[in-house]
């Protein structure tokens, strides 16, 4: 069942990226041990930016965890390309919410974890590509109506 | 057959460019009809730099055909990411060969054609590389060689 959410999600989002006017690439989806063992989620490319993220479904606010290997695998990609690493969850009947790679607590085991807290503070998808520049902001939008107006 | 030549193709082609320190995605296998509609075969990354593979396996040299709406995907997905796109080729018993999607060919019902004589003078994949800095050229080794002699 969490497979089959996971993948719903993952759905969803590279059609929001899409329509967004990113590049997507998505994992494959057979074999998915050799996938998780090689390919992050998602790839979101936007003018040579580079966004990696892995997708996490959820339906209540929680820790989440994640395996040191595929925490390193992720580092490995985004440094090769240049780009920037998230974990991006969809929490049941709210927006996606997204933070950096870099957040992640170690634990003891070597594994690690997103903190509930963080989530709940955490940013939106839209408000990180706009902090990005990769969406229009607010002010985008009155500049540019200012420009046609005037 | 050709599809699971093509795979194997592609395969090399990833662990090739992994080794040359490239961030790899490659297309789902899966359900090929949909994937084909929408992702290119292989997205190679590095430091930004975005290069958009179509792959394409041959015994001999001939004329490569590729259908309009391949063609305008892959247009679509490179202008998108800020890459460039190539269709590279494995010649049985050669090196990887590579041709820049605008050198191909549209005939007279849409779809497009590289011919053979573009192959045969086309570059090598490690040229291009060279060419794009993304891999060390003879002269980087050389200067290395100097400031590590020097």
Excluded: H
């Amino acid at each position: 069942v969490g497979r089959v959410k996971g993948y719903t999600a993952e759905r969803e989002l590279v059609i929001k990226l899409w329509k967004l006017g990113f590049a997507v690439m998505r994992a494959p989806a057979s074999g998915s041990k050799i996938r998780k063992a090689k390919y992050p989620d998602i790839v979101a490319i936007k003018s040579g930016k580079v966004l990696v993220f892995e997708v996490k479904s959820r339906s209540k606010v929680e820790n989440i965890y994640l395996r040191s290997e595929q925490v390193e695998k992720l580092r490995e990609f985004t440094e090769r390309s240049g780009g920037q690493a998230y974990i991006v969850i969809k929490l049941l009947g709210s927006d996606w919410r997204v933070i950096e790679l870099e957040c992640l607590e170690k634990m003891s085991n070597g594994n690690y974890r997103l903190s509930k807290e963080l989530i709940l503070k955490s940013k939106t998808l839209d408000e990180l590509l706009r902090n990005l520049r990769l969406i229009p902001s607010l002010e985008d939008f009155i500049k540019r109506s200012t420009y046609e107006g005037g």
